[in-house]
T-cell receptor, first 113, second 114 residues
Framework: SQQGEEDPQALSIQEGENATMNCSYKTSINNLQWYRQNSGRGLVHLILIRSNEREKHSGRLRVTLDTSKKSSSLLITASRAADTASYFCATDGGGGGADGLTFGKGTHLIIQP | GAGVSQSPSNKVTEKGKDVELRCDPISGHTALYWYRQSLGQGLEFLIYFQGNSAPDKSGLPSDRFSAERTGGSVSTLTIQRTQQEDSAVYLC????????????FGPGTRLTVL
């Protein structure tokens, strides 16, 4: 079952603007990860934030995690046309990874040139 | 270095036929995962291998699905007597080991059951 729920489901913005996507989850986690998917194929790992972290940066990406609200956000600054893709959050409940990742349904981001 | 590879990239089969999907993980990665992505169900975890250990099969959608991993490296996912609802993209991922949480995904196999 899908634990993570991203919103919005779809987002269209102008190039250069910032894009914010949110993710909520239901159970306790070891870490939360964000992935990007182009054209419905392979997933590219973007960033991982652990349950004891509140914010993390990587280039134009900023991820926040609020474990009390069981939510996370992904901010992409100064968006580019190449950022057009689907973005998924995925939670890892721990257990040595034996349960795999639980993915949300994703946000489809379109960057208008 | 080389990433996770999967073959075939696309597979079209007739209902009732068996199919085998292959995954080559990144060299040295001990953990291997199979996921399925379909329109109705999104991305769902199927099965996990840690080295040569026997996997937990409880995540497989039905007993028509089976998976094996030979020599702790290459894995095959087999679907017997395919049904139209098996149509999906099957994704494989590998992870270096318990000390690293990031999973690295392959490009997937798009399975279409006619």
């Amino acid at each position: 079952s899908q634990q993570g729920e991203e919103d919005p489901q779809a987002l269209s913005i102008q190039e250069g603007e910032n894009a914010t996507m949110n993710c909520s989850y239901k159970t306790s986690i070891n870490n939360l990860q964000w992935y990007r998917q182009n054209s419905g194929r392979g997933l590219v790992h973007l960033i991982l934030i652990r349950s004891n972290e509140r914010e993390k940066h990587s280039g134009r990406l900023r991820v926040t995690l609020d474990t009390s609200k069981k939510s996370s956000s992904l901010l992409i600054t100064a968006s580019r046309a190449a950022d057009t893709a689907s973005y998924f959050c995925a939670t890892d409940g721990g257990g040595g990874g034996a349960d795999g990742l639980t993915f949300g349904k994703g946000t489809h981001l379109i960057i208008q040139p | 270095g080389a990433g996770v590879s999967q073959s075939p990239s696309n597979k079209v089969t007739e209902k009732g036929k068996d199919v085998e999907l292959r995954c080559d993980p990144i060299s040295g990665h001990t953990a291997l995962y199979w996921y399925r992505q379909s329109l109705g169900q999104g991305l769902e975890f199927l099965i996990y291998f840690q080295g040569n250990s026997a996997p937990d099969k409880s995540g497989l959608p039905s007993d028509r699905f089976s998976a094996e991993r030979t020599g702790g490296s290459v894995s095959t996912l087999t679907i017997q007597r395919t049904q139209q609802e098996d149509s999906a993209v099957y994704l494989c991922a590998s992870r270096p080991g318990r000390s690293t949480d990031t999973q690295y995904f392959g490009p997937g196999t798009r399975l279409t059951v006619l």
